[in-house]
Structure formats: structure tokens, C-alpha cells
């Protein structure tokens, strides 16, 4: 192994010091290899249960057939109105939670003055902590009855619905991360653009966002991820109808995603048909998107890094002059234009959209005319619009919660068992398994994850190894979470025969979780400036100690927020606990981590889809596991805070 | 820069650490008041979870050093448990396939109750009688709107069951005889969000188990031969209502001691009149 020669020997003067070294070292790269070790076994998973299907029927006919009918006669194993589905509902809800998180974000960390950024913040954390399971009521019951009513349509579970959903829930991602990005960005470089007369929102769009283009990125990602990989929301407002939109624009179509095929089929499934492994194949096909998204962020963002530090660029051999780039980009500007056009005229006819683009083009240029300060007023405008639509539409999702659950709330649904299957009695042992679950996932993913981290920004060179990892675990990140569900239960359940227990759904949730901890741990890391670190190796520091004693304390509000949100994740997760940890009542608490629990999301799941007359306590049950995930994320901003007044720059 | 904890940060640290420890020492308290107890694990389909549960609650009333466990995960897992000897009893609501015979030769399914499936509406739709062949044609697109089945002018929202759901497959065989259903119907992963939708959509119709059935929707009659047959529980049981599945539960090999016993309850009088109670139909 590389590190073990690598002779920095001379630095130390005791031996003991250099072992020292050489232990952490050793115990980070560990960190960083489970990670993929972890990764592997996932995919090696997938491709065992699946590649039946590719063989069965071909790739090409499973990719490419438009028909998925696993149970007709003679059933047909087409999957690409699934792709397509995941595409459409994932660039969807993009659409509308990138500006949304973005300028959301900018207001945060730039304008808004410091009581009303944390006020802002912690909102914002809260939509992060809502189960998955009550997002997908809240747009059954609210969101498709609205835009049903709204757009005099017969039904509204629909592409639209599902985008709009998932751009709610990939948000808290988004504008979290973007923002530790953005003001992790040093104080210096603001003031140096204010000083040379720059206007507030010039150096926010010139200097402040190009820097923390990195970070943003992964809040980017980090946000696909989320939403492309969600599953119990999602197959609760699409309409689950798998077939393509007719015509491809029509966002009123009910539409099937991969991640809901998965969600509505994996349970009832017989384990080992081709059915099952065509669900596998799906689940393959899934992690494939992943990557390849990943792969074009990168990419974009190679071209950005290059674009706004010249100094980066590598010295390369120009294979075109100048001028035919200078055609080549134009031509396909020209092209991507014309095909929106064409878009624009087939959704909304000629007149509409000739009215559409003449709007554009004045506003276009009108933004050239204006003076920088007029500018800069319309920006905040912009940004501080968006930034009140998130805050409303946590409203909204919280009064629905509230008003709803309120009622079933007593002391005695807080403290005793259920009763009557649930209709009746308290969620007292699944307030707990909660607890137990989240507290247990945390320990696992944390020091995993911030060891590998550190492994990867502090100990090794930007080469191959380190982009197969950080692929890897953005991939991981996509995984959606009924993947991890069933993987738990073949590999810790049923292989290591742990049986459903409270350790298997730790260890699963963990998993989950890993990716966001090691993104965001690794952003907090890369933000810290460098010379602080040759500063400490100057004054004699080991390399260790100053990774300890100067790197992590200012990093430290990174951490956290990536922890808050798996804290989030990790309690309102149905699908991973479902087959690993969970069962539905229990007359004792667990006394030992090899026996099952019960949690609250789970409860919720089958309190709202299989007891009928529950409803009441389902609600009641929304709002407990809500004013928990509050209570823990309490605790970690008042930590946070504290970190974040002693940074020094 | 060499950060140490100040004392505002110790305080957060000790104070956390406390909350961490209240919180397992409540917990703890509860486990102290165990003596010796017999489990019974049981796993499987959703919609059989609400029988095993309410018997459970009776069952260990009676017997007190009896814990029984029940959750969910659909009947797949509920098969798969039972044949790796994780569950010592398997909930299904579809039989059992082919695949899951060869891979577990020993397991055995018991039926337990019976579930009548009710055709829904929205509770302002003017229709309340449909005959089979009307039933079929709506799901297999035939009729795309209420009024050629004697409805207003509205197009009809279907509403399926996901394609893995024994409901659906029981539907698929004796209502719809093994016909393609209409690819635009909307497809949802249980009996709860089918309900859900269509009491909130006016002109859609769906299929539940009779236990879903409240004032939020309507279930239409079906008309057989000139009489109309209300989905009731009496009505399944006398064998005039005809879309009625088998519910089982599953155990690897023969059942014995606790397992068996605890079966035999829900079999008894007892246990079928909470099958009733459930909006099940009791098999005797």
C-alpha cells in the first residue's frame, strides 16, 4: 500500500509519533475503502438478483419495450416508459426546486440579516425531517385533489404531481448544502470585490457563487439523488399507469417511475420468478441513471472550475481555431432554442408561444439596459420571492400535519402501548424503536463517514481511486431506498442471520445515510482554507493534529447539517426498516439489539394503508415522529451554532 | 488557530449526553418486568396484518407469557420468512407460486378468512348496479365513460391495484378472465390509497376489500340475472355476492405447540368473530 511508503519520517523526531500516523492513516483509508466495499456488495446484489431478467428476455427488449405487464398472459417485460417516467418526474421536479434552492440559498447565507437566517435555516431543516410517508398523504389527500379542481382535469395523480413532490423534497438537500457552500466561501474575497466598487449583488453573482461552484454542484446532486431515489412518496401521486405521455409534453398524464414499480411490486413479488429478477433489473437500471448523471455534473463542472479559474486550466493543444468553436457553439445554442421553441408550440400553440418568447426577449433586453443598482434590487426581488415560496409552502405542509394531528395528541397516546390495532392506545414502543433505530444509524454512518472524508480530502491526491469512490458513493446516494430494504434483508437478515432485528435496520439505515454524511462532510473540509492548514504543519503540527485540532473544529457546522439531514432521513424511512427491523405491535421493548422494534414511520405506513378507521392516530402519529425529528434537530443547530461562532474568518 | 471547547460548549456536550442517557433509561424500564415468555413471530401481507393483530391482542390476554409479534413487508416476505425460518408464521393473501412450492416443499397454508372484494364509486355517483361484463369492460377499457354504463357524461377513472397485489390477481382471474386491464388506469400499492382516491375523485371507481367500505365512498351492487347483490358480509358467506378471495396463513411444516395453538384460536369461534369484526368473512 502506497501510504505505508511514503517516508515522511524525517518531520517526527519519535518513532512513536510516526506509528501514530501511520495507525490513523491506516484506520481513515479503512473508513474509506468500506464505503466502497459497501457499494460493491450492493451492486454485486443487484446484478446477482437481476442479470436472470437480461438473459430471459435480452437487454435490448427489456430496455427498449414499451410494455411492462409482469402479470398478463402472457406477461411483458418492457421498461422504458418506466426510464422515461423517472426521467421526466426527475427533471420535473428539478426544474422547480434548483431555482427555488437556489435563490433560496443566496437569500440565507447573503441578504437576510442573521435572526432571520436562522429563523430561515431551521425552516428549512424541518421540511428535510418530514417522513417520506407523509409527503406522499399530503400530496394525495392536497396536493392532486388541488390541481385536479384547479385544472378541470378527471384526475390529478400525474407527472406534474409527482415533479412537484419531489421538488419539495429535494429541496431542504439543495438549499442546506448550497448554503454551507456559500458561506464557506472566505470573507476576504467578498471584501475584496465590494472594495473595488462592486455592487452587493455583482459580487454575490460574480465572485461569491463561482467560488462555492463546488459545493452548489453537490447540492445539485445530492438533490437528484434524493429525488430520483425516493420511493414511498412518489408512487402515491403519479398514478402509477405505465405508459408514455401523450403527447411527450403533457405533464397531466399519469406516469410510473421506476423507484413506485419497485415501491408497489417488491412485497407481493415471488421471491426468484422472473417477475422478481425483472424488478431487480430495474433496480440496476436505476443505479445506471445515477452514474450517469453523476458523470455529466462532472463534467459540467470540470467546465466551470475551468471557466472561472483560468489558472486550472491545463495547458491542452488546441484542436480547433478559435473561430470554428466560437461556429460549433453557436450552431448548437441555435439548436437547443429551436427544439424548446418546438416544444413551447406543441404544448401551447403558436399564438401563446410567440407571446412567450417576446416577453423573453424584452426581458432579455431590458436586463442589458438597466444600471447595476436597479439590477441588484430585482435580483434580491427574485431571491427573496423564492425563498417566501419555500417558507409557504412548509407552511402549508405543517398546518396540514398540525391541524390534523393535533387531536389524536395526549399524554396517554405518548406513553402507552397500542391497542386495538392501532386504533386505539399510544405509540409508546414505537416512539422508542425510533430513537433506537436513528441513535444506532448515526453511530455507524458517522464516524464511517467522517473518516472517509477526511481520508479523501486530507490524505490522498484528487486520482483514479478517489473518483471511483466518490462515484461510488453518489451512486449510493441515488440507490433508491427500497433497494437498501431488500438488501439488508437477503444480505444482514437472512446471510449473516442477524433475523429481522434492531441491529439489521441500523445497519441499513446506515448505509442509507453514509452518502449524504461523506458529501457534506467532505464539502465543510474542502472549504477550509489551505493556508491554515500549511500554516499548523509549519509550526511543527503532525498532519494528523492539524487535520484535528485546525481543520475539523471550523468544519465542524458542515458536519452537522449533513448529520441533521441523515437524522431527518434516517427517521422517516418506511422502506429500508420494512423488511429488516420493524414489526407492527409489541408487547415488550427490545432488550437487545438482536430483537425487532417498532417505529414510527412504519406504524404510520400501515396504520394509513391497511387498517381502515385509523385515521385519527395516523395523523396523531405524523405529528409525534415530526416533533421528534424536531427535538433531535434542536439539539444538533444549538451544537452547530456553537462551532459556527467560533470560526475566526 | 487552536480551537478548544469553551465552557458554553461543555455545557451543550454534558447536557446532550444526559438527554441520551434519560432516554435509554426510560426504555430500560420497561424491559426489567419480563419472566419467562414464549414468542410467536409473524410476518407477511398487509391485508391480512389486522386479523393476526387483533387475534394476537386477544390471544395474549389469555395467555400473558405470550408475546406475539406481527408486521408487515407484503406476502412475498411473508413466504420467504416463513421458509428461512426467520417468522414462524407467513401471512399471504395470494396462494402460493410456483417457484416459492420448489424452493420451500414443506411450507403449509391454512385459510383463515375469507375477503369479499367491493367495487367503489364516488359517493355522488349515480350509479349503483353493475353486472360483471360492465365491470370488465371498464377495466379492460371497453368503456371509457360513465354514461355507457348508464352514468352522466364523465370519462371514468380507473383505479387497479399494483400489478404484485393478490387482490389484483384475484380480480384479474374470476372478474376480469384473464383480460389485459387498460394501460391509462391508475395503479396504487393498497386497499387504503385505493379508497383514499377515489373517495376524493367524482368519477372514479376502484376495488377494495369489504373491511375499507365506509361512508367516503359508495360500493356499487352487482347485478346477477336480474337481482342486485349488496357486497355484505352475509352475502359472501350465503355464496350469492361472487367476488369473495382466501386469506392464509402459512407455517413451515405442520404447526405445533405454541404455533399450533395460537392458530387454532384464530380458527375458533372467538377468533372468526374478530375476523367479522375486521370487515373479514369468517370461513365457517
Excluded at chain 1, 473518483?467 to 437498501?484: C, Q, W, Y
Excluded at chain 1, 433475523?499 to 445497519?507: E, F, K, R
Excluded at chain 2, 373491511?211 to 356499487?220: L, Q, R
Excluded at chain 2, 382466501?246 to 384460536?265: A, C, H, Q, R, W
Amino acid at each position: 500500500m502506497p501510504f505505508l511508503i511514503e517516508s515522511f519520517s524525517f518531520f517526527y523526531s519519535s518513532k512513536r509519533k510516526y506509528f501514530k500516523e501511520i495507525f490513523i492513516k491506516g484506520t481513515l483509508f479503512v473508513s474509506a475503502i468500506f464505503a466502497i466495499v459497501v457499494i460493491f456488495f450492493i451492486i454485486f446484489f443487484l446484478f446477482k438478483e437481476g442479470h436472470p431478467i437480461f438473459e430471459n428476455i435480452g437487454l435490448w427488449n427489456f430496455l427498449s419495450g414499451k410494455e411492462w405487464n409482469p402479470t398478463g398472459d402472457p406477461p411483458s417485460y418492457g421498461a422504458f416508459s418506466l426510464i422515461l417516467g423517472t426521467l421526466l418526474v426527475t427533471s420535473g421536479a428539478m426544474i422547480i426546486s434548483v431555482p427555488l434552492g437556489f435563490g433560496s440559498a443566496i437569500f440565507i447565507s447573503e441578504i437576510a440579516p442573521p435572526k432571520i437566517r436562522s429563523i430561515i435555516k431551521s425552516g428549512v431543516e424541518i421540511l428535510a425531517g418530514i417522513p417520506s410517508v407523509v409527503y406522499g398523504f399530503f400530496g394525495l389527500t392536497v396536493l392532486t385533489d388541488w390541481l385536479r379542481v384547479t385544472f378541470d382535469k378527471p384526475s390529478g395523480e400525474c407527472w406534474l404531481a409527482g415533479s412537484i413532490l419531489l421538488g419539495i423534497m429535494a429541496l431542504p438537500t439543495i438549499i442546506s448544502v448550497s448554503e454551507d457552500a456559500i458561506s464557506s466561501v472566505p470573507m476576504e474575497y467578498k471584501e475584496a470585490s465590494l472594495s473595488l466598487g462592486a455592487t452587493k449583488w455583482q459580487t454575490i453573482s460574480k465572485v461569491i457563487v463561482p467560488s462555492a461552484l463546488s459545493g452548489i454542484t453537490a447540492a445539485i446532486i445530492l438533490g437528484i439523488g434524493r429525488a430520483i431515489g425516493e420511493t414511498m412518496a412518489v408512487m402515491m401521486v403519479t398514478g402509477n399507469a405505465a405508459i408514455i405521455p401523450k403527447p411527450i409534453t403533457n405533464v397531466f398524464s399519469p406516469i410510473r417511475t421506476i423507484t413506485g414499480t419497485l415501491g408497489i411490486e417488491m412485497g407481493e413479488v415471488a421471491y426468484g420468478s422472473t417477475h422478481y429478477h425483472a424488478l431487480f433489473g430495474l433496480a440496476l437500471i436505476l443505479f445506471a441513471i445515477v452514474l450517469i448523471v453523476n458523470m455529466i455534473a462532472n463534467v459540467i463542472l470540470g467546465k466551470l472550475k475551468e471557466k472561472h479559474m483560468p489558472a486550472l486550466k491545463k495547458k491542452k493543444r488546441k484542436m480547433l481555431s478559435q473561430k470554428t468553436m466560437w461556429r460549433v457553439k453557436r450552431s448548437i445554442y441555435a439548436l437547443c432554442s429551436l427544439t424548446l421553441m418546438w416544444l413551447l408550440v406543441v404544448q401551447f400553440g403558436i399564438e401563446i408561444s410567440v407571446l412567450i418568447i417576446s416577453i423573453i426577449l424584452c426581458c432579455y433586453l431590458i436586463s442589458k439596459k438597466i444600471s447595476a443598482k436597479t439590477s441588484q434590487r430585482v435580483a434580491f426581488g427574485i431571491v427573496a420571492l423564492s425563498t417566501i415560496i419555500v417558507l409557504f409552502i412548509l407552511g402549508i405542509i405543517l398546518y396540514y400535519i398540525i391541524a390534523n394531528g393535533a387531536r389524536a395528541l395526549s399524554w396517554e397516546f405518548l406513553s402507552q402501548y397500542p391497542l386495538d390495532s392501532g386504533r386505539a392506545g399510544g405509540i409508546y414502543p414505537a416512539i422508542i424503536g425510533t430513537l433506537y433505530l436513528v441513535g444506532g444509524a448515526i453511530l455507524i454512518a458517522l464516524p464511517i463517514g467522517i473518516g472517509a472524508a477526511i481520508y479523501l480530502t486530507e490524505y490522498t491526491k484528487e486520482g483514479l481511486l478517489t473518483k471511483i469512490i466518490r462515484t461510488g458513493i453518489e451512486a449510493l446516494n441515488g440507490t433508491p431506498s427500497i433497494v437498501f430494504g431488500l438488501f439488508g434483508f437477503a444480505f444482514l437478515v437472512l446471510y449473516l442471520n442477524l433475523g429481522v432485528s434492531l441491529l439489521a435496520g441500523q445497519i441499513t439505515l446506515a448505509l442509507m445515510i453514509l452518502p449524504t454524511i461523506i458529501r457534506t462532510t467532505e464539502e465543510s473540509l474542502k472549504s477550509v482554507p489551505q493556508s491554515m492548514r500549511e500554516a499548523s504543519l509549519a509550526l511543527g503540527a503532525t498532519k494528523w493534529q492539524t487535520v484535528r485540532k485546525v481543520v475539523l473544529p471550523p468544519a465542524m457546522p458542515g458536519i452537522i447539517t449533513g448529520t441533521i439531514l441523515s437524522i431527518g432521513r434516517a427517521a422517516g424511512e418506511t422502506a429500508p426498516i420494512m423488511f429488516t427491523a420493524v414489526v407492527f405491535s409489541q408487547r415488550f421493548l427490545p432488550t437487545s439489539p438482536l430483537e425487532p422494534v417498532m417505529a414510527l414511520p412504519y406504524h404510520l405506513f400501515v396504520l394509513t394503508t391497511s387498517v381502515p378507521g385509523a385515521e385519527q392516530n395516523a395523523y396523531g402519529t405524523a405529528l409525534v415522529l415530526l416533533l421528534l425529528v424536531i427535538c433531535l434537530y434542536i439539539i444538533a443547530i444549538m451544537i452547530r451554532n456553537h462551532y459556527r461562532k467560533m470560526r475566526k474568518w | 488557530m487552536v480551537i478548544k471547547m469553551d465552557a458554553k460548549t461543555k455545557k451543550i456536550a454534558v447536557f446532550g449526553v444526559m438527554m441520551g442517557l434519560v432516554v435509554i433509561a426510560t426504555a430500560l424500564s420497561g424491559c426489567l418486568k419480563s419472566g419467562e415468555k414464549h414468542t410467536i413471530t409473524i410476518r407477511g401481507s398487509t391485508t391480512v396484518l389486522p386479523i393476526a393483530q387483533k387475534t394476537a391482542e386477544a390471544y395474549m390476554d389469555k395467555h400473558p407469557n405470550v408475546d406475539i409479534s406481527v408486521s408487515g413487508g407484503g406476502s412475498s416476505v411473508g413466504i420467504q420468512s416463513v421458509g428461512e425460518g426467520i417468522a414462524d408464521i407467513g401471512m399471504a393473501s395470494r396462494d402460493l407460486k410456483d417457484e416459492e412450492k420448489t424452493r420451500y416443499p414443506n411450507l403449509k397454508p391454512i385459510v383463515i378468512a375469507k375477503d369479499g372484494i367491493a367495487i367503489i364509486v364516488h359517493p355522488d355517483n349515480p350509479v349503483t348496479n353493475l353486472t360483471l361484463e360492465q365491470i370488465r369492460g371498464i377495466y379492460n377499457g371497453t368503456y371509457t365513460n360513465w354514461k355507457e354504463v348508464g352514468g352522466p357524461d364523465k370519462e371514468i377513472v380507473v383505479i387497479n391495484r399494483d400489478s404484485a397485489s393478490g387482490t389484483r390477481e384475484f380480480f384479474w382471474e374470476h372478474v376480469m378472465q384473464k383480460d389485459d386491464f387498460v394501460a391509462t388506469a391508475l395503479e396504487k400499492n393498497s386497499n387504503g390509497a385505493v379508497k383514499q382516491t377515489v373517495s376524493q375523485t367524482p368519477n372514479a371507481i376502484g376495488y377494495v376489500g369489504l373491511g375499507y367500505v365506509d361512508k367516503s365512498v359508495k360500493a356499487v351492487k352487482i347485478k346477477k340475472e336480474g337481482t342486485e347483490v349488496e357486497p355484505t358480509v352475509e352475502n359472501v358467506l350465503n355464496g350469492k355476492y361472487p367476488i369473495a378471495r382466501s386469506l392464509y396463513m402459512i407455517t413451515n411444516g405442520e404447526p405445533k405447540g405454541i404455533v399450533k395453538d395460537f392458530i387454532d384460536f384464530v380458527l375458533s369461534e372467538e377468533g372468526q368473530r374478530i375476523v367479522e369484526e375486521e370487515g373479514f368473512v369468517p370461513i365457517s
